[in-house]
């Protein structure tokens, strides 16, 4: 119990901190700090040009949406690092359990993407003037944790991914894409085509955003409950994805030595 | 001269090789601005104005090229730092410009390919018809923005000789870019200390001259502004590209990772 | 080619918001020259500044302080004209266009190199065929082997015919057949009149290819010579060689203390350790060292003349 719950947390911090590349000031404070910020003003701005929609609207989705970067690229790199440093080999010779060793590599995530979705939120407090409740910022903050739990699910799906199609940053793109197009980042799920609908309520961030919005505009977390819910469900949807994915690809390297092919 | 010319003419066929070899490199480049083309449409598109929907609809299509230029050629001298050629280039007798500038232009050319495709993907899914009332001005007005965009990449590029992070700088500029540009937000709206950064970039011009184009009007002022700044980027670049790689020489910067 | 004084520090910095800056000296006053047609060899130790030397010499690098001149021009006024007469080629598999094909990859350099279009058409396919690569000059580099990979770095560093070629471990990470038709093609170079310098850590290399070597140690030159005047000045002598079971570190001390010896080395093999004793010229040791032995177990016993590696190992290791 004890060495699991070591290797959740100690091993899951170490390996965030090696195989995470970005933790250099010059890289962090473009990427994780000025782009969310930027991307929040991009939307509102052009929903003010396209007269649709309120600033808060694009200030909740854009921020949530941008967590998704450091949630889809760490959990990702956390994975694909080790093969191109060709550790994961090394990695998957240890007795260690798999669940707590691979979850415990996504709370550093959550954390990060928590942070940089609030970065943006107070971007948009400060320099557009949104202005949420204070009493619905506890809630909020609960909301966006929801919301970047449910990307580092993904992210992790996609770690396992990548483990055998490389081109990990590809995806990332990609991935976040589709999030920003189809999970209601900047038009909400019922303005969407039903297609286009239908697909976002299956995807990360979707639910969150829309109970974060509910927050922010005085809503409280037990009405918007159900959506996080919904949205944690399908963290763990993710997740286990992920999971069942990193299990059949390390036996199937096993027999075909799969893994360490670059 | 003749010479001059036949080595940027190989330098950028063969660069363009290298670029679009990469088939999800290519991909990439023009998938990212046209997602974020796409989720500007659907945005205008709630309130489906025509007149709106045509003016996003052109921005959109010019969008991508920033990306191709802004983001990518900041990185391309970190792309050949890591590969180990940045050094052997540097050696050769030839200078920065003429390593580079072929670079860019290879870079601005699958920029207009991103031109052509968010053209055709607004056309069949969006079903939206960009009404363009002079196509020759229209196209010249298209190809002096990626000519003057290669000039600021090659700006951005540059300052990569010294700097080893300055891809990150770059992919940083994708969003100011595509706001200040007005390609989807009509720069009246931004704050007026904004403007002054739009003017100084050459395809905010480009812009207002393919709007000109497509809606009939005379696009040669918006061009010959754009020329003059394009051709300023280009002349500074030139000389800060000297002044780099003899630092690079100063303070062994070429061949750090 | 002509180096005095050669000069390299390098500023250090680490800490973020408390930078510190360390001041490294990387090459410390190195000089030496080629002669037009000479193959010079840089031997020294990781880290000891060869890099940073050929560096400066071929402009990637500006010296802190002396000068150097190649081909006949200063390395810091004249960079363009030194470029254009010399070819750099550097070990490892990086420096490649990976995907772009081979011919690709040296048609780029030649148009930087400002080589006639006439001129590529028919030095292209005569340098593939030099470095044996004729056949896969249309496949993409990413599928190069490292052999392949440093093999195009060669014909790339001779494209536009340079004067001067700079080899900086070029054999590094190749397999042994790679490495002696590497070494083939170097000694071909030569042959055709060009100055070569080359670095290396293999002592072979050096010794069947160079005219002259240079040690360089922690950024100093501590020897120069032909090959066979290192071996000399530093050994002069030959060296015993004796395999011992259980030889106690007294009996050692006692070799060590014979007149004639210069130096005794222990080489542990498990139970077998091999007593390496570099005589003084003239010296007759074999007897006195068994005598000293008395009842140790002893093997195989063997006087041989120095190598270059001996030569070389003192050297880098001398105090």
Redesign the interface.
Known sequence: MLTNARIFFVGGLLSYRSLFDWL????LV??LL??PI??V???A?????????NDEFYVIGNALSYAAIPCLFAMGATIEGERWGQTLGIVLATPARRIPLFLGRSLPVIVNGWFVAIVGILAGVVLLHTSIPAHSWPALLVAVAVASTSCTGLGLAMGAVTLRVR?GA?FG??LF??L??FSG???SLD??PTWMARIGSWLPLSHAIEAARGIADGESLVEVGGLLLDELGIAVLYAVLGLVLLRFFEDESRRRATLDRM | MRGVLRQLWVCYRIQLKVISSDW??G??AV??PL??A???L??????GDPA?MQY?GLGAAIMGMWTCQGVIASSLLSRERWAGTLELVVATPVSMTRVLVPTTLALSTVGLYCVVATYLWERWVFGLELQVLSWPLFVVAVLLTALTLATFGFFLSVTAVRYR?SW??G??L???G??LCGF???LA??PAWTHPLSWAIPTTWGMAAVRDAASGASPWSNLALCAAVGIGYAAVAAWLGKVLVESARRHASLSLR | MEATDLRRTFRRSSG?LRRTHQEVEAVRGVSFHLDKGELFGLLGPNGAGKTTTIKMLITLLLPTAGSATVAGFDVVRDPREVRRRIGYVFGGDRGLYERLNARDNLRYFGELYGVAPAVQRRRIPELLEMVGLTGREKEKVEGYSRGMRQRLHIARGLLHDPEVVFLDEPSIGIDPVGARELRETVARLVAVGKTVLLTTHYMFEADELCDRIAVIRSGEIVAEGTPAQLKQAVSGGRVLEVETYGAPESVVEGIRGLAGVRSVAVDDRGQQQVLLVQCEPGAQLTQPVLALLGDVRVGRVALREPTLEDAYIELVTSP
Request: one cysteine or more; proline letters at 6%; aromatic letters at 14%.
């Open positions: 250099s000031p010059w890289i473009p990427s000025v782009s930027c991307q003003l991009l939307f701005y052009i929903g003010r040009g396209a007269g649709v929609g081109q590809v793109n990609v894409c589709v920003l197009v980042v900047n038009v303005q969407l | 999800f490199d991909v990439l998938f990212f997602m974020f796409t989720a500007a659907l945005v205008y598109r709630v309130n709106a996003v992070v990150s700088l992919a940083a994708e969003y100011p595509w706001l989807v937000v009509p709206i931004l | 973020l």
